[in-house]
């Protein structure tokens, strides 16, 4: 019985281990002789875009300005590289659920998009990674927890009436950055 359990923690452990991805040396280099200096967001044609109430081009518009502005703070100058890099990101879901909804319904917020660094002279692709996330949870909790977490989202989304736009934008901005700097 002893073998038995043996046996299949190695092959399982072989399983794994089998499935550790690496980074191509050659992506990490060309990301490396980089430097952010301009960033273009774009929606893509077939966008999703939700929970953007009466004004949904104007509340989108103000979403993509927030997002614009996060990222520029967070990643112009990186990774640090001599050569001049554009990234340009093109969004196929972009979600900002309203307060109301987050309080009430418990609705999260998320982006998904394309993500890709090119020469700011030439426009040749140096990098793209295809499907970077970005998200904010909203409820958690069950049974009673579910008044708590009520209370608790209520409490973080005072303040700045775009408060789930920056949240949402700090997100996508972090993996972007976890891309860009890669080792």
């Known amino acids: 019985m002893r073998i038995v359990r043996f046996l299949t923690l190695f092959l399982l452990a072989a399983t794994l281990a089998s499935c550790v991805t690496t980074t191509d ?15 273009r967001i774009e929606l893509a044609p077939d966008v999703k875009t939700f929970g953007f109430g009466d004004k949904p081009d104007q509340q989108v518009a103000d979403a993509v300005r927030t997002l614009q ?20 990101v093109t969004l196929h879901v972009f979600d900002v659920t309203t307060k109301q909804a987050r309080i009430v319904g418990g609705h999260d917020s998320m982006i998904d998009g394309t993500v890709r660094l090119e020469d700011a002279k030439t426009g040749q692709l140096i990098a793209e990674a295809q499907n970077i996330h970005g998200e904010d949870l909203s409820m958690r909790g069950s049974g009673y927890g579910v008044i708590v977490a009520v209370a608790i989202n ?14 949402l934008s700090k997100s996508f901005a972090r993996n972007v950055k976890t891309w860009l700097t890669q080792k």
């Open 25 to 39: 040396p050659r992506l990490i280099a060309a990301l490396q002789r980089t430097s952010v200096r301009d960033i």
């Open 69 to 88: 502005a996060t990222m520029n703070k967070e990643l112009i100058g990186l990774p640090g590289g001599p050569t001049r890099g554009r990234l340009v």
């Open 154 to 167: 209520a409490a973080t989304t005072s303040g700045a009436p775009d408060v789930m736009a920056q949240r």
